[in-house]
């Protein structure tokens, strides 16, 4: 059960909240719990919607963010994330078990993805603190400087909702992915 009340509905949230949550509901389909929990404060919500978006107008494709997302969420023991980027990673970016296998344990089986989600991975075991080859890996992969900075904040970004989600326990409203840390 969540730490603080998690809103029912889109009405039930902040009157700020309300037309980003309706937006997130046009966009998934619905509305996931943490979406919800975060509405809390509209602010917040409108943050992580912003950088979100920001995000998804990058270079990165998209079965890539989730693959960074799945190792992440893995290396920070969040299973709510795991358990969300797991079910978007299936029916959304159209990765396989034995893929989604592979992003938990902070690689790929796609020669190109495997140094953009090796290096999400370095990036979030070691608090930022990679080394020069780290880098060199990731550019050598074919990855351009701006590709780099976009792989760096999609850490940032999963590691804030991993806390999140940690911090105030958001009931999992996806099938269950439990992370080997828990």
Not at 76 to 100: P, Q, R
């Amino acid at each position: 059960m969540s730490r603080i009340p998690t809103p029912a509905t889109i009405a039930d949230g902040p009157e700020k909240s309300r037309p980003l949550l309706e937006a997130v509901n046009k966009q998934v389909g619905s509305v996931p719990n943490m979406f919800r929990l975060i509405s809390t404060s509209p602010q917040a919500l409108e943050g992580y919607l912003g950088l979100s978006g920001a995000l998804g107008k990058g270079t990165l494709p998209a079965a890539t963010r989730e693959r960074i997302a799945l190792a992440v969420a893995e290396v920070n023991g969040c299973s709510y994330c795991l358990s969300a980027h797991t079910y978007f990673g299936k029916n959304a970016a159209h990765l396989d078990d034995s893929e989604i296998a592979a992003n938990r344990n902070g690689a790929s089986n796609d020669p190109k993805a495997d140094a953009a989600v090796r290096f999400a991975a370095r990036v979030a075991r070691a608090r930022g603190h990679v080394a020069e080859a780290d880098l060199a890996a990731v550019k050598l992969a074919g990855y351009s400087d701006a590709q780099a900075i976009e792989i760096v904040l999609h850490v940032a970004l999963n590691t804030w909702t991993n806390y999140f989600n940690e911090v105030f326990k958001t009931d999992i409203d996806f099938p269950v992915v439990a992370t080997r840390a828990a």
